[in-house]
């Protein structure tokens, strides 16, 4: 009889079954067990990329393949799911075209950081439905070289994509069956499918919560705090298991289920109809194989005083759905948030849903974040604001703040000053005053307590002139 906590995976073209610590990163149990020397060690901390791995699942009977930090993520998310690592994308006799282009263009020095760029590619090439140097180069975003440096990198990805485009997908082929003819991927791929069904896995119910040690949603910063606090703790360990739809609409909102990653919710068409610049915003809240981890519940949950994500929904004026078992209840995230790392959640209930209102009137929505580096890195200060006009006064106003206060700040008392008001310098002027005295920021690693009012105070500044590039502001505000 199986044992309730052995985990059933295919690595490669191996399945593999495990009663290792479902709490222990899926790279320890590729390097230790698996011997799969090729995924590197570098950070454990999402940011070099060395580690990463590509994940796949059948969803409604497609896989569908992301890119990871193997750092990052506990081996019992693997249950169920397909991992190629850097050995899974060879070619018996000869380099696959990927590995060749990075030969031939001088992609590779040292070595180290190329299993992560080759997978990070891979995974690009897998799901890409009309490829582009461009985006090709953007799914690198999660990876770091630090000897050769990235041009001769992004040669080497241009010459694949010239490569893919010139045999498009013809007879109805998925992007897997094409590269696989192409020889980019090894022809066991074709049979992954097949195989996942035959472990007769999970069915996506979560499990019940009161039973749990850990639930772990997403993990790309609980990770980072507490990975080997999490293997000697041990015990058993279960992620929320997603339901379809992620996102959907209903009535009057746009619901996301507490699982969805931040890629899903950047992708999705219900999302990008309602934050036409998602996709722009999202770029700033990390590489491509976090934000295909890092969820919405995650995120709230975690509390952070500088969570991006949190920021904009608290803008967007979003609910949850808090669930306990068959018990639920509905709460503004606005009112989540008690104090530093505090929130109104029982040790039992699970932020089952995200609500998102649909607006009544056309608004426009901005996102600023101030950090050491522009993207991959956490933010000194960030802000959304969502506003509605009516000619050039403002129906309504919601404006947050991160990194100002112990919590994600929703300013409840500039957001009212600004409903009703007209458009105007002095307008402004006023507003940042009432910034000024809602905000209690502190002097940490990230800035000192006055270099964080000053960010406060322009990155509202910065919503204002995005919003209304023509209005004239004083010389005090400029």
């Known amino acids: 009889m199986e044992k309730e906590q052995t985990i059933q995976c295919i690595i490669n073209d191996r399945t593999v079954s495990t009663d290792a610590n479902p709490n222990m990163v899926v790279l320890d149990f590729l390097r230790g067990d698996q011997r799969l020397m090729g995924t590197k060690e570098g950070c454990r901390e999402g940011d070099c990329g060395a580690c990463t791995i590509l994940v796949g699942e059948l969803n409604n009977g497609v896989m569908d393949y992301k890119s990871v930090n193997s750092c990052l993520m506990p081996l019992g998310d693997a ?7 850097i ?8 380099l696959n075209p990927i590995q060749q282009a990075f030969v ?29 140097v461009e985006n090709a180069v953007r799914s690198l975003d999660g990876n770091i070289c ?18 893919i485009t010139a045999h498009p997908s013809t007879n109805g082929k998925s992007n897997l069956q094409r590269l696989v003819e192409q020889k980019v991927l090894p022809p066991y791929v074709s049979t992954i499918p097949e195989q996942l069904k035959a472990l007769h896995r999970s069915d996506g119910t979560l499990a019940d919560v009161k039973e749990q040690t850990h639930i772990v949603s997403g993990g790309t910063d609980l990770y980072v705090q507490r990975a ?5 703790e041990g015990g058993k360990r279960i992620s929320q298991q997603k339901k379809q739809p992620v996102i959907w609409e209903e009535g009057n909102a746009i619901h996301c289920s507490g699982m969805t990653t931040v890629e899903e919710f950047q992708r999705s068409d219900l999302i990008r109809s309602l934050i036409p610049k998602i996709e722009v915003f999202a770029a700033l809240f990390g590489s491509t194989p976090i934000r295909n981890r890092a969820t919405l519940a995650g ?8 969570g991006d994500m949190t920021s904009l929904l608290l803008a967007l004026d979003a609910s ?7 018990q639920s209840r509905t709460i503004s995230l606005r009112n989540f948030y008690k104090g530093y790392k505090q929130i109104d959640k029982t040790k039992n209930e699970i932020v089952e849903t995200i609500i998102l209102p649909k607006p009544k009137h056309p608004r426009l929505i901005n996102f600023e974040k101030v950090s050491r580096r ?14 509605s006009l009516d000619g050039n006064k403002i129906m309504y106003a919601h404006v947050t703040a991160g990194g100002v206060f112990a919590t994600p700040l929703y300013l409840a008392r500039t957001s009212e000053y600004l409903t009703g008001k007209e458009i105007s310098s002095d307008t402004i002027s006023q507003a940042v005053s009432f910034i000024q005295q809602e905000i209690k920021p502190i002097s940490d690693a990230r800035g000192s307590s006055d270099y964080k009012r000053l960010l406060a105070r322009q990155v509202f500044l910065a919503h204002i002139l995005t919003f209304f590039p023509d209005l004239s502001l004083s010389k005090e505000l400029m």
């Open 146 to 163: 630090r000897c050769t440096g990235h041009p001769p990198i992004k040669k080497a990805a241009a010459k694949i994509i010239e490569r």
């Open 87 to 94: 050995e899974g994308t060879n070619l018996h006799d000869q």
């Open 79 to 85: 249950d169920g799911k397909h991992l190629i690592t």
């Open 320 to 326: 949850l759905v808090l669930r306990d078992g068959t």
């Open 374 to 387: 522009r993207y991959l890195d956490i933010a000194s200060v960030n802000s959304a604001m969502v506003i």
């Open 104 to 132: 031939d263009e001088g992609g590779t020095q040292c070595g180290f950081c190329t299993p992560g760029f080759l997978m990070s590619f891979t995974g690009y090439c897998m799901n890409a439905q009309s490829p582009s």
């Open 228 to 232: 080997f606090t999490m293997v000697r």
């Open 299 to 306: 995120n709230i949950v975690n509390a952070s005083p500088i």
